[in-house]
């Protein structure tokens, strides 16, 4: 019996998942970091209803960035050091199917519940009701991307020992034009300008990321791991 | 390179396979074959690149020199996922799952070998009553069974064993060499490393001496 993709994606999401659940102490430190951020910010712009929605977008967008590269080193690592990895590359299936599959359940469990938060957070931030649908839709577009980059990222630094802030460093040039256009949607709808034209721009990078990356994360592996 | 049509058409070659790291080479030129039924036992001393010759053979690093055939066609990474099943010294077990959750993602990743079941490979490999230990809590020969089981569920007929006797009691020793003769009298064939002959399983078996370069 060979497996197919679909057995080897469910394979390897129920495999995540048990993961996640008997270590979900750690799950929850992206979702406490942005909420963290979040609080101090409010704190700091001394809790002023119209100081913080003016900036409230931009915050819950920085919030959810950050909190996703949080746990960035941790997406192949693990793999690699039980040889897990190995093993994927052995595998009929491609590696770079696996790999976005991978990547696809650390978003679900790390970024999902953020964007899910966001209406909460939003709330603590006083944003304005009608930005809400505009940050939801950018997230909801911007999120897996950062994810995909993100993944590219992790695999080229994979062979390494100790890669914490160099993950960040080199994913951060990256994850520039996509906080740019995230937050720059919603800033366009708060001043009344449309605000599809970035939100398409994100889509098109999603797209865009989600045939590519893979594939540049997959050979990036193979070349940390021989 | 058509072989004749006398001989069958063994289940792995290597022609002038070579691999070197920084300019030094590590191994080879090496020319071998192994036939279906046949096991080859790779031996040689610490550092003569006895875990580096099965790891080019997987297609983990990429060979320097030479090519390798599987089944007479030259081996892309398509064919050996099919054809080989690699056992390293990583075992490839997430230590927070448990004994047959590995299992079973590891089937779900390979394939699994028609009629087998993990339940019953764990029976084989003595692991039988562990199904709910965590992986974590297993000894390194436990750990070393675990991936036996993973290896007699996979499909694959050429089997690459590296140091497959480390850490194993010797009833463990014994385990590994019964597998490997059910296994070769399936029509499969397996490359075994060893430091030492003390271990070989009683099957038709070439051997491959490799020296240490220094």
């Known amino acids: 019996m060979t497996p197919s993709l679909a057995g080897s994606a469910r394979a390897l999401l129920a495999r995540d998942f048990r993961l996640l659940w008997r270590r979900r102490g750690d799950a929850l430190q992206p979702a406490l970091f942005a909420l963290l951020v979040v609080v101090l910010f409010g704190l700091a712009l001394g809790g002023e209803a119209d ?123 990256l994850y520039v034009p996509v906080l740019v256009f995230g937050a720059g949607s919603v800033a366009a709808h708060a001043q009344g300008l449309d605000p599809v034209g970035a939100l398409l721009l994100l889509g098109a990078g999603l797209a865009l990321a989600l045939v590519l990356a893979p594939l540049a994360a997959a050979a990036a592996i193979r070349i940390a791991l021989s | 390179m058509s072989p004749d049509d006398s001989r069958p058409t063994p289940l792995l070659e290597a022609h002038a396979l070579g691999f070197s790291r920084n300019e030094e080479p590590v191994f080879g030129p090496l020319d071998f074959a192994v036939d279906s039924g046949e096991a080859l036992l790779v031996q040689g001393g610490n550092g003569a690149g006895k875990t580096t010759l099965l790891r080019v053979l997987a297609g983990l690093l990429p060979a320097d020199a030479g090519d390798v055939t599987i089944d007479g066609i030259r081996a892309d990474r398509e064919r050996r996922a099919h054809a080989i099943a690699y056992l390293g010294h990583l075992p490839g077990l997430k230590a927070d799952l448990s004994v047959l959750e590995n299992l079973h993602f590891l089937c779900g990743l390979h394939g699994r070998r028609r009629g087998q079941s993990p339940e019953a490979a764990l ?74 002959a003390y271990a070989a399983p009683p099957v038709r078996t070439r051997l491959l001496q490799l020296e240490s370069r220094r």
């Open chain 2, 123 to 196: 029976g084989i490999v003595g692991l039988a009553g562990y199904e709910d230990a965590l992986a974590r809590q297993l000894s390194a020969g436990q750990k070393k069974r675990l991936s036996l089981a993973r290896l007699w569920l996979s499909p694959a007929p050429l089997w690459l064993l590296d140091e497959p006797y480390a850490n194993l009691d010797l009833e463990g020793i014994e385990l590994v060499n019964r597998m490997v003769q059910a296994h070769l009298r399936g029509r499969g064939a397996a490359l075994v490393t060893t430091h030492g």
């Open chain 1, 51 to 173: 100081a913080l929605a003016g900036s409230a977008s931009a915050v819950l967008w920085v919030a959810v960035l950050l909190a996703g590269l949080l746990g960035l080193d941790t997406l192949f690592r693990g793999d690699a050091e039980d040889g897990s990895l190995e093993q994927w590359m052995l595998a009929p299936v491609p590696l770079a199917w696996l790999v976005a599959v991978r990547t696809f359940s650390h978003w679900l469990a790390t970024v999902v519940p953020l964007v899910i938060a966001t209406p909460l957070l939003g709330e603590l931030l006083h944003l304005p009701k009608a930005e809400l649908p505009v940050l939801l839709a950018s997230l909801a577009l911007g999120t897996p991307l950062l994810s995909l980059l993100g993944a590219v990222v992790a695999a080229l630094t994979v062979g390494m020992r100790r890669s914490g802030i160099l993950v960040a460093l080199l994913a951060l040039p």
